[in-house]
Each structure stands twice: as structure tokens, then as C-alpha cells.
């Protein structure tokens, strides 16, 4: 059983919730909703004993662990997945099964389940953990904190995972939860999995004065208040690939993709099968691990394009200001007007202006989310390749992000996004998405169409 009472939680001056209390007991299924940067995964932390707060009292099997610490959490077996993964990236994944196999009975039917979900989602076990797409690091995470868990707190445990992995991922933690575990979840994808969850709270959000800019939606005002982007010398990104390979596995062969300004392609695919490796390659970007083979020529210079990378790819010791300012130049000047206009499309996607002085490696994944995408707006590269930019969104968030990425679209970039979001692939036509695949090498020719 884990209970936890929330009295008064604040960064700073900034009160994140009144009181609430969630009591999960051994067996159940929770869900903590609310808000991107509301506080939720901040609980978490506080849960998990990596931060401490006056405000908020945690008892472990009736227990009091408040004031407790990291280690005497573990010890009362609160286990956490984070939003980004956290694991040894050189580790293989099957030394980091070994380490963190229960100990007990129940050793062979968490082998037998996890071996199944990481089977599905073609994780390799003999190959480095880092060598392995986001998705699919993050099922790692996910039978690692379940294996020894007696409370095990998720955060956005079906983030950035291909909707087909969604359910044996809900059955895993299924599993967890028969054999005593008491599990809580933060999830913004919930409505697409109800049945999982016993219970639901609600974040207790504090009232706060209403947004004044952008009420409704960014206008053409604030698309065009952009900086000036340099056109390309042939008027659109283009990108001619002989091939694209992964180990033995050709992805792509005699493949062209073009991107005329104002357009919009998408990259979909399972998860493992290359999407992130190939936005880095477009990009001309070095691979973290080796084993990459591509012969790519591009028509652009470095200066013209943007990677946003999945996670966002924050400086942790800056603050989230001035890592919006560094997107925002490229690392020269920033017009001030410019920087206004980015910290109010910021304040309305829901990110406070008082946030912006906190340091990036405390922000949450949604948090880190909007400064990326703001950032990506309005940087004065003319192509944007995007790798999960809705990912971490509560529903609420991506119609706003939606209509931030239709202004960059009529500013006139151009963007290649990577994406599991339904609500992106929805509104693109068939051909404005190139599907990759572990099965088959695709060819072929692909060009960018206005947002639908």
C-alpha cells in the first residue's frame, strides 16, 4: 500500500496543488491526470525520495517515509520509470534484465513476460541498451521497474510507443499489479486505455489569472512574426538517398524525398525501425553507435535546418530561458521582439513565465516538449526535422501544438516530423507519410504537401 497526502506543493512561490490525498493499495492500477507541468511528475520525484518537500507526507505500508531519502525508499520498494530513460546506455539489455530479476518464485514468469513484450517490439537483448530506439528503451524501463516493485510509479509509461505496443505494455503492468504491487501512473493517453486503470485523481490545479496573448489560437500575426528564414538556393529541401542501413537491414534504396517551403511530411513506423536514426542522417548528424550505413546527398547547408531531437535535447544546466534563446539564434543574437513573442506562445501553451528561470533538468518531459517546440518556430532555420514532437502532450496540449505547427508551416518552413500521435497521422494524406518497416526496403519518391 501506498499512501500519499498532498498538503501544499510549491516550487518557489508557485503553488502547483492544494490538498489531495491518493491511497493505492496492493493490487491496484491508478491514475494521477492533470495538465503538462502541473507538478505530477515532480510528485513523483518527492515519492521516489530524490526530492524532498515540507508539503507533501508518504507512507509505505503505514510507514512514514517522508523525510526518509532515496536509498530507504528503495528499500520500501518504491521502484520508478521516468520519462526519459535513465538506464547505463552501454549496458546490454540482457545484463540489465539480470540485474533487476526478482528474486524469489517468481523469477521465471517475469522472464517468460518480459521476454514476450521485448520480443514484440524487437528489442535485441544481446546489443547495447542505447543502441535501441526511444520506444524501445523505454519497455526496458518498464519491465525493469516493474520486476521488484512493491509501489511502482510510471511516468507516461506509453509515450513515444507504437499504439500496437500499447496493450502488452497494459498487460505487463497488469501482471505487476496481481502479484502485489501497487502501481500509480501519470498518462496522457489514458482515454485510450481506461480499462486499465481502479481509480483516477485529478490534479488539483490552483486557479491562476487567465492568458492574455494568443486566447484562441496563434494568429497570422504570430506567424509572421518569425525570424526572417534564408529560402534555399532550389527552393525546397530535398534529400536523394542510394541507400540506408542499419546493421544488415536496408531501409531505404534509391529513395527521394523533396520539401518545398510550407510543407509537411510525416515518418511512421514501429518502433526499432529507423526513424530517429534516419532524421539524424538526413540532418547530417553523427549516430551515437555504430552500425549506420547511408549514402545521402543534400541540397542545404547546416545553417538551414533544424533537429529536434527526441527527448528534447536541453542543456540541463541552463535555465529553460536561455535554452530557448539558443534556439532561437542558433548560439548568435536574438531579436528582443522575438524573444517576447516566443515566451507568450510559451504562456499559452500553459508553461509559466516564472518557470522559465527554472533550470532544464528539472523540467518535465511536457515542459521540455514546449520549449523545443516554440523554439523550432521560431529559429530562423528554413527546414525542421522533428523526431515525436507531440509526444508527453496531454490532449488538451497537441490542438494547441497543432495550430503552432500550421503557423510554421505558413511562415514558410518546411518540416519532416516522426510521430505515433493519431492525431497528427490523421489529418495527412497518404502520401505525405513514409511508412518505414522492419520487412521490406522501400523506394520511391516523396514530396511535401501544405497541412491539410
Known sequence: MLKIEIRNLKIGQRLLAHEMQLEIPTGAIHLLKGPNGCGKSLLLDIVTGL??????????????????????????????????????????????????????SSVESWRLATRELLDGCQVQTNEPFGSHSFGQQRMVELAAALATGSCCLLDEPFAGLNPSYHEPAAQLI??????????????????????????????PVPQTPPHTAYEQTPNDGAANSSPPIKAFAHNAASWA??????????????????????????LTG???????????ELGGYEQPWAGVSARITRNFTPEELLLSPQPPK???????????????????AVNAAIQAQARSLLEWLGFPAQRLQARAEVLSGGEAGMIALVGAKFSPSSALLMD???????????????????????????????????????????????????????????EGKPFA
Open 51 to 104: 526530492h524532498a518537500s515540507k508539503g507533501v507526507q508518504i507512507w509505505s505500508e503505514r510507514r512514514p517515509l517522508s523525510a526518509a531519502g532515496a536509498i530507504a525508499h528503495w528499500r520500501e520498494g518504491i521502484r520508478r520509470m521516468f520519462q526519459t530513460p535513465t538506464l547505463p546506455q552501454d549496458l546490454l539489455v540482457a545484463q540489465i534484465l539480470q540485474r533487476f530479476a526478482p528474486q524469489n
Open 241 to 266: 538517398i542510394e541507400h540506408f542501413s542499419i546493421g544488415e537491414r536496408v531501409i531505404l534504396r534509391n529513395t527521394k524525398i523533396k520539401l518545398p517551403p510550407g510543407t509537411l511530411l510525416l
Open 314 to 332: 536541453l542543456v540541463g544546466e541552463l535555465t529553460a530561458a536561455q535554452n530557448l534563446r539558443l534556439m532561437l539564434g542558433k548560439g548568435g
Open 388 to 446: 515525436e514532437p507531440f509526444e508527453s502532450f496531454s490532449p488538451q496540449l497537441v490542438e494547441r501544438a497543432l495550430a503552432i505547427l500550421e503557423t510554421m508551416l505558413a511562415s514558410g518552413k518546411c518540416v519532416l516530423a516522426s510521430t505515433h500521435h493519431e492525431q497528427l497521422t490523421q489529418l495527412a494524406a497518404p502520401a505525405q507519410i513514409i511508412n518505414l518497416s522492419r520487412e521490406e526496403t522501400l523506394s520511391g519518391s516523396w
Open 270 to 280: 514501429g518502433n526499432g525501425t529507423g526513424k530517429s536514426t534516419l532524421l539524424r
Open 174 to 203: 497488469r501482471r505487476s499489479a496481481k502479484t502485489g504491487a501497487a502501481i500509480l501512473i501519470i498518462d496522457h493517453l489514458a482515454s485510450q486505455h481506461e480499462e486499465l486503470y481502479d481509480h483516477i485523481y485529478v490534479w
